[in-house]
């Protein structure tokens, strides 16, 4: 019980971490990464807050994650609702604030990309689950056969592409955060010694099982 109430918090640290971390790229205003793009071009064709829009096309990812039969797990869940909750609560706050001078907006980027790697770790090794996004990405490399970088970078470069005709903001800012979102979160990782592939994840098909276990072990004892 304990071990799962430190996973939780772990968990919604992460998910805040992210929210905060996407708000400061925004109010950076100098172009957001490919998925920010894309969400913040759908909430403005459709009227979402953007925190919404991050929730919709999430779950949307998550139906093509089901649909290619990937497993899914507890904090996948709470990544799709909870990121982008935070997110609205953080913008509609006004804590951060917004800068016209270069520096501090550069500032508030890095600080951005550093926050989302650091809320990765941490959602990551409570072992629940990946992201939906990071889902997708899994799913398709599997059945494409191609190198998961390649996969990534198409998928990026899709969500991009969309997202600009949707009205998202794209600058210089959004190359920087496409090719610097890698070595920020290896960063991170090297300095916790974490290393993504030892993680072993726990689904939520498998808590099904071990429930429906229980309800026939209690029906064979009555």
């Known amino acids: 019980m304990q071990d799962a109430i430190k996973k939780i918090f772990r968990l919604m640290i992460g998910y805040f971490l992210y929210g905060l971390g996407i708000a400061l790229t925004v109010n950076a ?9 894309f969400d913040q071009g759908l909430s403005k ?11 919709v096309v999430g779950g949307a990812i998550l139906i093509f994650d089901l649909l290619l ?11 799709i609702y909870f990121i982008g909750y935070f997110l609205d609560l953080i913008q509609q706050s006004n804590l951060i604030p917004v800068y016209d001078a270069l520096l501090p907006r550069f500032l508030m980027m890095i600080i951005g990309m550093f926050f989302i790697s650091l809320a990765t770790f941490l959602y990551l090794s409570a072992q629940l689950g990946t992201g939906p996004r990071d889902g997708l990405m899994v799913a398709l490399t599997k059945r494409m056969k191609q190198p998961v970088g390649v996969i990534r970078t198409v998928i990026e470069i899709a969500a991009l592409t969309i997202g600009y005709f949707l009205g998202g903001t794209v600058g210089w800012g959004t190359l920087i955060m496409s090719l610097g979102s890698g070595f920020f979160i290896q960063t991170v990782f090297t300095i916790f010694k974490f290393d993504v592939r030892q993680v072993v994840h726990r689904y939520i098909d ?12 209690s029906r064979k004892a009555e």
């Open 69 to 79: 039969n990937e497993r899914v797990g507890w904090g996948t869940l709470g990544n």
């Open 29 to 37: 205003n100098l172009g957001l990464s490919p998925w920010s793009v």
């Open 45 to 55: 064709q459709f009227g979402f807050t953007l925190g919404v829009a991050v929730q």
């Open 206 to 217: 498998e808590d099904i099982k071990v429930f429906k276990n229980k309800i026939k072990e």
